[in-house]
C-alpha cells in the first residue's frame, strides 16, 4: 500500500508538535548555506519521543519496502541520518553502514564506515533533503565502493526544484514520509500560521536562494 496523504499529515503534525519544525516567517532563521530561511527542520528531536519516533520508524520501513523491497544494506547520511538507519535497518533485519560528511582525518580515514561489499543493494536514509548535496555526496561515494544505490528515503523534504533535478541525473528515485506543501497545509489547520503567513512561505520555496525578508 503506498505512501498515504494521511500518513504525510501526521508526521507533519508529529514534526510541528513536537517543534523538530519550526516556523517563523518574521524572525527567519539562517542556514549553514547562508540562505535566510522562514522555516528550520531538526528531526533530530523525534528521537526523544517514543511513539513518534515508533512511528517514523514504521513508516520508513514501509516506505522502503513499498518503493524498493527488500535491499541488501542500509546506508546512513551522517549525522541526523544516522541514528534513523540504524532503526529501519534493525526492523528490516539487515546490515547498516553509513557515510560521514567528511574523510577521517586519521586512521584508515574512511568515508564509508561499516562493512560494505561491491554489488550491494543499498537504500540511504536521511533526515531531510533540501538542496540535496549531502544525500548526492553519500550517494558518490556508495557507488565508488560498488554499490547499487537503488534509492534515497527521507522524514522530509523541501521539495526544491534544484534537488529534485540533481536526482535525476544520476538516475536515483527518492521518497519522503512528508514534504513542505503537506506541513504547510497542517501548520494552517493547527493554527500555527496564518493564511497570509502561508502564502509568504510558499513563496519563499520558489527561490530560496536569493528570497529575503519582508
Known amino acids: 500500500m503506498p505512501l498515504t496523504s494521511e500518513t504525510q499529515s501526521k508526521i507533519a503534525e508529529y514534526l510541528l508538535q513536537i517543534k523538530a519544525v519550526k516556523l517563523q516567517p518574521k524572525e527567519p ?3 549553514a548555506s547562508g540562505w535566510k530561511s522562514p522555516i528550520y ?3 533530530r528531536i523525534a528521537l526523544s519521543f517514543p511513539v513518534i519516533r515508533t512511528y517514523i520508524r514504521q513508516q520508513l520501513v514501509h516506505l522502503v519496502q513499498e518503493e524498493f523491497g527488500t535491499p541488501e544494506i542500509i546506508v546512513g547520511v551522517a549525522t541526523a541520518g544516522i541514528p534513523q ?3 529501519v535497518a534493525q526492523e528490516l533485519g539487515l546490515p547498516f ?3 560521514r560528511s567528511a574523510p577521517k ?3 584508515r580515514q574512511n568515508l564509508v564506515e561499516g562493512e560494505v561489499s561491491p554489488g550491494q543493494r543499498a537504500v540511504v536514509i536521511e533526515d531531510l533533503v533540501s538542496t540535496g548535496k549531502s544525500s548526492l ?3 558518490e561515494a556508495l557507488k565508488e565502493r560498488g ?5 534515497l528515503v527521507s522524514i522530509f523534504d ?3 526544484e534544484e534537488a529534485e533535478q540533481e536526482f535525476k541525473k544520476i538516475r536515483c528515485r527518492f521518497f519522503s514520509l512528508c514534504n513542505y506543501e503537506f506541513l504547510l497545509q497542517e501548520a494552517l489547520k493547527g493554527n500555527y500560521i496564518s493564511q497570509q503567513e502561508r502564502e509568504y512561505l510558499q513563496e519563499w520555496r520558489l527561490n530560496p536562494s536569493s528570497w529575503t525578508p519582508a
Do not use: P, Q, R, S
Not at 554499490?147 to 534509492?151: I, K, M, P, T, Y
Open 29 to 31: 532563521f539562517t542556514w
Open 97 to 99: 553502514a553509513y557515510v
Open 147 to 151: 554499490l547499487e544505490v537503488v534509492g
Open 105 to 107: 582525518d586519521h586512521g
Open 137 to 139: 555526496k553519500c550517494i
Open 41 to 43: 527542520c531538526d528531526n
Open 85 to 87: 538507519g540504524v532503526l
Open 158 to 160: 523541501y521539495g526544491f
